[in-house]
């Protein structure tokens, strides 16, 4: 059947057709080849493209967003929200920053349970917050275990940066703070004797007292009673009746700012108005909402300062105002310059994801100009700066003098 002329001309067909296709496959596979062909041009391009690629870097916020101190978050997560906008405008190319926000509510157990899903969920290469110290006693151990940078913000409690080496912040301690602002009320009102209130179901303010009871001793103050409150207490009538009988120059008051508030409109309206110094859970607009007037004359210390006379500090309390309805407070001032820290770290490491990196990078970070004022991180990772004392003054907080 295949014999024969026509079988010689249908087999030279079938060659030829062979031949033809086998052409067309060499050219498409072409490309394919161009890595031998070309050299290395093409791996070079990959690298190229790969070298000018945008980093991400996903960091964790655990905030205290409801609840009653949801202020407090508020404020926090709006100069992170600020920051980020700023940041990722101005590092378009290089750095990307993405944040995961969980809310804490105020609670140990759900900022722990937060901290946990951001390092072992969402793999995030740092972590910002928690918004109390309580909450950093419980979660600065579970990141550091983990090996994941974290910053207080407004985490002021003695023994923050003791939890790790993986635990930073730059919220002044109390420890510096509270004493700045008791000198300054002594030097001007001859304070000699003492009333101590204070939270005492709550890490933070009862660190805030500790450094008030020290700073006392150490001033030579006479103090003539320690009292204490529970978080969420509203009838403060007992301990300042007894503290009124007593006749102290100045209390000094450490709590979160609704416990605060009503502290000082109910001793105002006993009568009781000598001098209030507060610790850093004072430094909230939302005193002077709770107390009204009687928040008028208070002290605390604080690094943010917004009528401060510095372009950066202007243009950030503008913009902040601008976006937001209000003037930014102490916690949103140090929100802000918290990511803007991580993202100066950020920017010395090549793999965003390193959180060993990032930790060195953090730790080697000086010479920051925040809003809040020249920055750096001491030898244990607390922050070195100097606090500005405060008063209440027409519903607004001005430098007292």
């Known amino acids: 059947m295949w014999g024969g002329k026509r079988g010689w001309m249908f087999l030279s067909i079938l060659i030829l057709s062979f031949l033809l296709l086998a052409g067309c496959g060499s050219k498409e596979s072409a490309p394919a080849g ?22 991400v870097a996903k ?39 993405e944040l995961i926000i969980e809310d804490s509510a105020g609670k140990r157990d759900q900022a722990l349970n937060a901290a ?9 290469v740092a972590i910002l917050g928690p918004t109390l110290s309580s909450e950093m006693f419980v979660v600065g151990p579970e990141a550091n275990a983990a090996g994941v940078p974290i910053m207080g913000t407004s985490t002021t409690a003695k023994g ?30 001859g304070i000699k004797k003492v009333a101590l209130m204070y939270g005492a179901d709550d890490d933070f303010t009862k ?6 009871q020290a700073t006392s001793e150490k001033m030579g103050l006479e103090i003539l009673t320690i009292e204490k409150f529970s978080t969420g207490d509203a009838d403060f009538k007992a301990q300042l009746t007894k503290i009124q009988s007593l006749n102290p120059d100045a209390i000094f008051v450490s709590a979160l700012y609704k416990e605060g508030g009503l502290i000082l409109d109910q001793a105002r309206k006993l009568g009781l108005n000598v001098p209030v110094v507060g610790g850093n859970g004072f430094n909230s607009p939302q005193v002077s909402k709770v107390a009204g007037q009687a928040a008028e004359g208070i002290l605390v210390a604080s690094p943010w300062f917004p009528e401060r006379e510095v372009p950066a500090v202007q243009e950030f309390v503008k913009k ?15 929100a802000y310059d918290a990511l803007r820290i991580m993202a100066e770290a950020l920017l010395q490491i090549e ?9 060195d990078a953090l730790a080697g970070v ?11 991180f001491d030898e244990n990772r607390d922050p070195v700066m100097d606090p500005v004392i405060l008063t209440i003054k027409d519903g607004k907080f001005v430098e007292f003098k």
């Open 160 to 189: 923050i940066t003791d939890i790790g080496e993986y635990v930073f912040r730059n919220a002044l301690p109390e420890s510096l703070a509270i004493p700045a602002a008791i000198k300054k009320a002594v030097d001007a009102f």
């Open 116 to 124: 946990q899903k951001l390092i072992n969920s969402d793999e995030v």
């Open 207 to 212: 660190s805030g007292f500790e450094t008030m």
């Open 366 to 376: 000086k010479d920051f100009d925040g809003v809040t004022g020249k920055f750096a």
């Open 320 to 334: 902040y105002e601008g976006k937001y309805g209000k003037k930014p407070d102490q916690f949103a001032a140090q």
């Open 59 to 97: 960091i964790g916020v655990i905030s205290w967003l409801t609840g009653d101190g949801a202020a407090y978050g508020e404020a926090i997560t709006n100069g992170f929200k600020m920051a980020q906008e700023e940041l990722n405008e101005q590092n378009q190319g290089k750095l990307k920053v």
């Open 34 to 55: 161009g890595d031998q062909s070309s050299g290395n041009s093409a791996p070079s391009s990959t690298n190229e493209s790969a070298s000018t690629e945008e980093k």
């Open 351 to 359: 793999d965003p994801s390193d959180r060993d990196a990032l930790r």
